[in-house]
């Protein structure tokens, strides 16, 4: 069982950054692919970027590409999220995720296994 602990989420201005970390345990060695998901009150979960381990293949979906970077630092075995020119509409819980295969898509029913989530205002 792989455990996913987020942080990093709090408030910052339209325009700012912030950056999310996904704290993960040895056990993220049985899979190899990581996402970034994020639920709006009233709307369902969307994909916001995948990670592909083995060949560091990585993928947006268009209303974060340019402004959002997701990587993996494997020595610290943790996933980040880098958000830059964040705009109101970013707001949202923001939940990290693994798996074996996240398709173009990033459909959260391709995750596995979820950490607790941690909010994000942009105000």
């Known amino acids: 069982h792989v455990q996913l602990v987020e942080s990093g989420g709090g408030s910052v201005q339209a325009g700012g950054s912030l950056r999310l970390p996904c704290a993960t345990d040895?056990?993220?060695?049985?899979?190899?692919?990581f996402a970034w998901f994020r639920e709006i009150p009233g709307r369902e979960r969307e994909g916001v970027a995948a990670?592909?381990?083995?060949?560091?293949?990585?993928d947006y979906s268009d209303f974060v590409k340019g402004r959002f970077t997701i990587s993996k630092d494997n020595n610290k075995n943790t996933l980040y999220l880098q958000m830059n020119n964040l705009k109101p509409e970013d707001t949202a819980m923001y939940y990290c995720?693994?798996?074996?295969?996240?398709?173009?898509?990033?459909?959260?029913?391709?995750?596995?296994?979820w950490g607790q989530g941690t909010q994000v205002t942009v105000s």
């Open positions: 995720a693994a798996g074996y295969y996240f398709g173009l898509a990033i459909s959260p029913t391709q995750a596995h296994y």
């Open positions: 040895t056990a993220v060695f049985s899979v190899n692919c």
């Open positions: 990670m592909r381990i083995g060949n560091s293949f990585t």
